[in-house]
């Protein structure tokens, strides 16, 4: 298949175009933004992939971690991924949070994090996605003595199971940007 078919393959849909089954996930992102995401558009060829992003997302919002560090989280990923459509988002919603412009940068970079507990729950992030999920005792450890718990430690992997899906779709069907 030649690149300039996938177009042909991941077709941008509208709420007429869309499979039945991604129209409710469609509507709800029109709703919100006034426009429905390229990425939500592109992944609407496959409704399991909106429909699944969506419910983890929703879980992940549930979680005990705080604003800020579900956005520490999302763009740490977006850095190690290289995401852009997920760097613009996220480094958005940092920004009303209260991140500084220097925060975003190293959050994306995964270094030189001057705030101590989001940089340990970025080296958790990393250790989390190097190991597969099997984290070290140490890291386990240094992890909660900077005041994280068990809980969270795998509140973590819904994150990361989060923007990883939406990543790698955003990734195959060219959705890099917003529109």
């Given at each position: 298949?030649?690149?300039?078919?996938?177009?042909?393959?991941?077709?941008?849909?509208?709420?007429?175009?869309?499979?039945?089954?991604?129209?409710?996930?469609?509507?709800?992102?029109?709703?919100?933004?006034?426009?429905?995401?390229?990425?939500?558009?592109?992944?609407?060829?496959?409704?399991?992939?909106?429909?699944?992003?969506?419910?983890?997302?929703?879980?992940?919002?549930?979680?005990?971690?705080?604003?800020?560090?579900?956005?520490?989280?999302?763009?740490?990923?977006?850095?190690?991924?290289?995401c852009a459509v997920c760097r613009t988002?996220?480094?958005?919603?940092?920004?009303?949070?209260?991140?500084?412009?220097?925060?975003?940068?190293?959050?994306?970079?995964?270094?030189?994090?001057?705030?101590?507990?989001?940089?340990?729950?970025?080296?958790?992030?990393e250790e989390a996605l190097t190991t597969?999920?099997?984290?070290?005792?140490?890291?386990?450890?240094?992890?909660?003595?900077?005041?994280?718990?068990?809980?969270?430690?795998?509140?973590?992997?819904?994150?990361?199971?989060?923007?990883?899906?939406?990543?790698?779709?955003?990734?195959?069907?060219?959705?890099?940007?917003?529109?």
């Amino acid at each position: 298949m030649n690149p300039r078919n996938l177009g042909e393959l991941f077709p941008t849909h509208d709420l007429t175009s869309a499979p039945a089954e991604a129209r409710p996930f469609l509507e709800a992102q029109q709703k919100a933004f006034g426009f429905v995401p390229l990425p939500t558009a592109r992944h609407a060829t496959a409704p399991a992939v909106v429909e699944g992003f969506t419910l983890l997302l929703g879980v992940f919002e549930r979680t005990s971690l705080s604003a800020m560090e579900k956005e520490a989280l999302a763009l740490a990923l977006a850095g190690e991924f290289d995401c852009a459509v997920c760097r613009t988002l996220h480094t958005g919603v940092a920004r009303k949070l209260g991140a500084s412009p220097e925060l975003v940068e190293a959050l994306l970079a995964r270094k030189g994090i001057s705030d101590a507990r989001l940089a340990e729950l970025v080296r958790f992030v990393e250790e989390a996605l190097t190991t597969h999920g099997k984290v070290s005792e140490e890291a386990l450890g240094r992890f909660v003595a900077t005041g994280f718990t068990a809980r969270q430690a795998l509140e973590v992997v819904v994150g990361i199971a989060t923007y990883t899906l939406s990543i790698f779709a955003n990734r195959m069907t060219r959705s890099e940007t917003l529109r």
